[in-house]
C-alpha cells in the first residue's frame, strides 16, 4: 500500500487543500491581528499624546522646566510608554527614558515634518537600542494659534511580534494535526480504494493475455460496485466472444486445411495473413512461414503477385489462368482473386483462390483425343468395307475368285470393326459403372486358367510356345472373374500377336508380398523406352502397320489398366527392344477364409 502510487496521489489530494486552507487562514488571521493590534497602539498613542500635549501646554513657557521633565517621566512610567516634549525648533524639552540634553534635533523626524503639514504625524522605524519596530506619533501644541512646540508617544512593537509569533504557531500546529489526520484519513481511505482497483486491475490486464475466467467480487453498491459488475459483465462477454471467435477462426482454418482449392490472403501492403496447404504445393511455399511476409517474397510466380495488386488497385474480382511448367507434364491453375472488406466496407486486402484444373484439362485432352482416334479407327474398316462393297457391285464380270477374294477383305474388315466396337463397349462399361462391377471372393487360378485354355489354339496356330505356371493352392482375391479373365486374356493375346513364329510365351500366376501376379512374358519385338510409358493410352500402338495387321484394336492394354484399377490393382510393363517384353498385374490378395468354395483346376 505505501508503494502505491495512487495511494500517494489520494493522500496528496486530501493534504493539499488542508495545506492551502491553513497558509490561506493563517496568513490572514496573522495580517488581520498584526493590522488591529497597530490601530490599537495607534489609538493608545494618540490618547496618550493627547495627554501629554495638555501637561506640556501649561508648562511651556514657564520657567519651571525641571517640573516638566518630572512630569513627563513620571507619566512615561505611569503609562508604560515613551513620552517625549519637543519646542517648536526640533529641541527636546523633557523625555521619559533619555536625558534631554543628550537627544538630537528632531524637527526632521518624519513625524514632526507630518504634523507641520497635516496637524499630526505617525512613523515607524527599526530602532537598533531596542532591536525592535518603534510606532511615533505626534500632535502639535498650541496656545493662542501660536505653534509652541510637538508631544509625542512612542511604543514599541515587539509585543506585537511575539502575539504574531504565538499565532503563527498555533496555525502551524494546527495545520500539523490537520496534515496528520488528513494522512491517516487518507491512507484508510487509499487502503479501501487501492484495493478493489488493483484487483479490477489484475483482472482487467488477465483479460489483456486472454485470461477471461477471472471474476470481482461485485458486493457493493457503490460506483466500485458497479464498476466491478460492468468489469465481470466485459469479461464474460468477451469470453463468449473470444471462443466464438476461436470456434469460428478454427472452422475456417479447417475448411482452408481440407480444401483442395489453394488459397492466399494478403493485406493491403501484399503481405500473406494467410495460405492453405494446398496453395503453398503450387506455389512452392511453406504456409508456416510465409506469414507476415510480403507475397512477391514467397513466391516468385509473377502471375500471382499481379493478380493480387490488380484486385488491390481495382477493388474488383479479377480472373486469370495461371500455366507451371512441371517435370512431368504443365500445371493449369484458374486464379479468382477477389478483395476483403472489414465491417465498414473499407479495402483492407484481397484473397485469391488457386483451381488447379490440370486433370481436368488432361481429360479434356484425353476425351478429344479419343473422339478423333476412334472416329479414326471406326472410320478405317468402314470405309475400307464400302471400298470393297463398291467394287464388287460395280464389277459385274468379277471372277469368283476375286469375290471370294473381296468378300474375305469384307469380313476381316466386319470383324476388325466388330472388335473394335466391342473393346469400346468394355471400355466404356468400366468407366460408367459408379461403382465398377461386382467383387465377391473368388479363386484367381479358375478366370486365369480359362483365359489361358482359350488362346492356346491361336499360339499353336501361329507356331508359339505357350507356357503355363499355375500355384497349387487357391489364390484368393476379390473381383470380377469375367473382368480378371479378359485381363488376362488380353495380356496374353497381345503377347502372341506381338511374338514371331517360334517365340515363346510365358504365362505366369504366383503370389508375394500380400499381392496377386498375373505376368505374361514374351520374346517378341519388345518395346522402346519412350514408348513403355504410352502404351496403355487408349489406341497408341508401337508399331501401327503390324498392329492393324494383326487386328489390333489399340484398346487392349487401356482395358487391361482399368481392370486393375478398379480391382485396387496395378499394372507394370519391362521390355527390351529386340528381346521380349513382361507386363505383370498385381491385384491384392483377400483375407484367408473370404472364399468359400474352392475351384479345383
Not at 6 to 32: C, H, M, Q
Not at 193 to 221: C, Q, S
Not at 258 to 287: C, F, H, T, W, Y
Not at 292 to 314: A, G, M, N
Request: glycine share 8%; with cysteine; charged share 25%.
Amino acid at each position: 500500500m505505501i508503494r502505491s502510487r495512487f495511494s500517494w496521489k489520494l493522500t496528496a489530494g486530501l493534504l493539499l487543500p488542508i495545506l492551502i486552507s491553513a497558509a490561506i487562514v493563517g496568513g490572514l488571521s496573522i495580517r488581520s491581528m498584526e493590522e488591529d493590534s497597530r490601530e490599537e497602539v495607534r489609538r493608545s498613542l494618540a490618547a496618550q499624546a493627547t495627554l501629554l500635549r495638555n501637561v506640556a501646554a501649561a508648562r511651556l513657557g514657564q520657567p519651571q522646566e525641571s517640573v516638566l521633565k518630572r512630569e513627563v517621566r513620571s507619566l512615561g512610567e505611569e503609562i508604560g510608554t515613551r513620552l517625549t516634549v519637543i519646542d517648536a525648533e526640533g529641541l527636546v524639552l523633557a523625555d521619559s527614558q533619555e536625558d534631554p540634553s543628550s537627544m538630537d534635533n528632531l524637527a526632521s523626524r518624519p513625524e514632526i515634518m507630518a504634523v507641520r503639514s497635516h496637524g499630526s504625524g505617525i512613523a515607524t522605524r527599526y530602532s537598533h537600542e531596542l532591536g525592535a519596530s518603534v510606532m511615533h506619533l505626534a500632535l502639535p501644541i498650541e496656545a493662542d494659534g501660536r505653534l509652541l512646540g510637538y508631544a509625542r508617544a512612542s511604543r514599541s512593537l515587539s509585543e506585537i511580534n511575539r502575539r504574531l509569533t504565538r499565532l503563527g504557531t498555533v496555525v502551524a500546529v494546527g495545520a500539523a494535526l490537520a496534515i496528520l489526520a488528513a494522512t491517516v484519513l487518507g491512507m484508510v481511505l487509499a487502503r479501501n480504494f487501492v484495493k478493489p482497483v488493483k484487483a479490477m486491475t489484475a483482472v482487467a490486464e488477465g483479460m489483456a493475455r486472454g485470461d477471461y475466467n477471472r471474476r470481482l467480487p461485485a458486493t457493493g453498491t457503490d460506483e466500485l460496485g458497479d464498476l466491478a459488475r460492468a468489469l465481470n459483465q466485459t469479461a464474460k462477454s468477451s469470453q463468449n466472444r473470444m471462443e466464438t471467435i476461436i470456434t469460428d477462426r478454427n472452422k475456417l482454418l479447417s475448411l482452408l486445411k481440407g480444401m483442395v482449392e489453394g488459397v492466399v490472403a494478403v493485406d493491403r501492403d501484399e503481405r500473406v495473413l494467410q495460405m492453405n496447404s494446398a496453395a503453398g504445393k503450387i506455389l512452392g511455399a511453406s504456409p508456416e512461414t510465409s506469414v507476415s511476409k510480403p507475397i512477391w517474397e514467397v513466391t516468385r510466380i509473377s502471375q500471382v503477385c499481379d493478380i493480387l495488386s490488380r484486385t488491390l488497385r481495382s477493388g474488383r474480382d479479377v480472373k486469370d489462368e495461371l500455366r507451371l511448367a512441371t517435370r512431368s507434364q504443365d500445371q493449369v491453375v484458374e486464379m479468382l482473386a477477389s478483395p476483403l472488406l472489414d465491417g465498414e466496407g473499407e479495402l483492407v486486402g484481397a484473397v485469391v483462390v488457386l483451381h488447379d484444373v490440370s486433370d481436368l484439362h488432361r481429360l479434356q485432352t484425353v476425351r478429344r483425343d479419343f473422339v478423333a482416334n476412334a472416329s479414326h479407327e471406326l472410320k478405317t474398316p468402314i470405309a475400307a468395307i464400302r471400298a470393297l462393297v463398291e467394287t464388287v457391285i460395280d464389277d459385274q464380270s468379277m471372277r469368283s475368285s476375286d469375290q471370294a477374294h473381296f468378300l474375305a477383305r469384307i469380313r476381316n474388315q466386319s470383324m476388325r470393326l466388330s472388335s473394335l466396337v466391342a473393346d469400346l463397349l468394355t471400355l466404356s462399361r468400366l468407366e460408367s459403372s459408379p461403382g465398377g462391377p461386382e467383387l465377391r471372393p473368388i479363386d484367381l487360378r479358375e478366370s486365369f486358367k480359362g483365359a489361358v485354355q482359350a488362346l492356346l489354339p491361336t499360339g499353336e496356330d501361329r507356331g508359339i510356345a505357350v507356357h503355363t505356371e499355375v500355384p497349387e493352392n487357391p489364390v484368393q482375391v476379390l473381383g470380377d472373374p469375367e473382368a480378371l479373365g479378359q485381363l488376362t486374356t488380353n495380356l496374353l493375346d497381345n503377347a502372341i500377336k506381338y511374338t514371331g513364329r517360334g517365340g515363346h510365351v510365358w504365362v505366369r500366376l504366383k503370389t508375394g508380398n500380400g499381392q496377386a501376379v498375373i505376368e505374361v512374358q514374351d520374346t517378341g519385338m519388345g518395346i522402346a523406352p519412350q514408348d513403355q510409358s504410352r502404351v496403355f493410352e487408349r489406341f497408341y500402338r508401337v508399331d501401327k502397320a503390324r498392329s492393324r495387321e494383326l487386328g489390333g484394336t489399340g484398346l487392349g492394354l487401356s482395358i487391361v489398366k482399368h481392370i486393375a484399377a478398379i480391382h485396387q490393382g496395378r499394372v507394370f510393363v519391362e521390355s527390351t527392344p529386340g528381346i521380349g517384353s513382361t507386363f505383370r498385374a498385381s491385384l491384392p490378395i483377400a483375407p484367408l477364409g473370404s472364399v468359400h468354395k474352392n475351384t479345383t483346376l
